[in-house]
């Protein structure tokens, strides 16, 4: 979504708040801003450079950078910041309660509440989805993690459908709250689908970042059969580590050594064809 438009979208957003005339909305709003505060905070101790927090029709969201070259330790403590702060919000104002009581402190008690638990749904582009992508990229490959998650958000996605689809058949009534989320998710989980190569591709400039940073980074070596495409040998990029590939040819003999950083430039300049194909291409110019 291009800058303008999200202004235009935030515009809108923030009218129809202002004239909802629903104190809920209000607290909501108070909330959600605090929890992406808490996010940045965070991130800013951990070195991270913030620079924007995203208003859209969506809601907010902290626009950090450097995020991808901290520990996976660190990103996973900026993830679940918003979270726990929700929770320890909640707790204080439980505890207010017992001596003030107002519509403020019940609806915050519960908002807080919810938003924790909502945040945590491993699902895009919730926080909890990160949490879990991380988790899951220590035992499997990047790509296959994201594949995870993404029949885990359009699940839940289709959960919060058939919720909505309940309350109106058997409550008569209509939560637009919950279909909205269901479509932002699958939205979402669409276009992190979509943009996986191109992730996975700009994760060379973060490595070089990480590099500089911590003045190493590790190494993945991993053997690769000839006959596969070069797309397919992107997929199994570690986006922590930098990656050499071993191709092997029906005889499991070394027939070339693939560097990740090359492989990104033939991806480049001659789109996807076969491992095969590039290293003729290669013999021919030598």
């Known amino acids: 979504m ?31 801003f ?3 505060v808490t996010h940045i905070m965070v991130a800013l101790k951990y070195g991270c450079k913030f620079y924007n927090i995203g208003f859209h029709i969506f809601g907010l969201n902290a626009e950090l950078s450097d995020i991808d070259i901290l520990k996976d330790r660190e990103k996973v403590n900026i993830y679940l910041s918003g979270a726990i702060f929700n929770i320890f919000a ?17 609806a915050s008690i519960s908002l807080n509440i919810g938003l924790a638990i909502f945040n945590l749904l491993p699902a895009y582009p919730l926080d909890g989805s990160r949490i879990l992508e991380i988790v899951l990229s220590k035992k499997i490959l990047f790509k296959k993690a994201q594949r995870i998650i993404s029949i885990i958000s359009f699940t839940i996605a289709g959960l919060f459908i058939v919720i909505g ?6 409550l008569h009534s209509v939560n637009f709250s919950i279909i909205i989320g269901a ?39 991993i053997s690769v ?17 930098f990656n050499t590939f071993y191709i092997l040819n029906d005889d499991m003999k070394l027939i070339y050594v693939l560097y990740e950083d090359e492989l990104i430039e033939a991806l480049k300049s001659y789109g996807n064809m076969t491992v095969e194909e ?6 021919l110019k030598l």
């Open 225 to 241: 059969y000839y006959k596969q495409g070069l797309v397919n040998v992107l997929a199994l990029v570690d986006r922590n580590k």
């Open 165 to 170: 689809m309940y309350i109106y058949i058997f």
């Open 2 to 32: 291009k800058r303008e438009t999200k202004k235009i979208l935030a515009e809108i957003f923030l009218i129809l708040l202002i004239c909802s005339y629903n104190p809920m909305f209000i607290f909501a709003f108070i909330w959600v």
């Open 34 to 36: 605090l929890h992406e």
């Open 90 to 106: 909640s707790l204080l104002l439980y505890l207010i309660s017992f001596r003030y009581n107002n519509n403020f402190i019940e």
């Open 278 to 283: 590039y290293v003729n291409k290669k013999s």
């Open 183 to 221: 479509i932002i998710i699958i939205y979402v989980t669409r276009m992190e689908e979509h943009t996986s190569m191109y992730i996975t591709m700009g994760n060379v400039v973060k490595k070089r970042k990480k590099l500089l940073k911590d003045n190493y980074i590790e190494n993945k070596n």
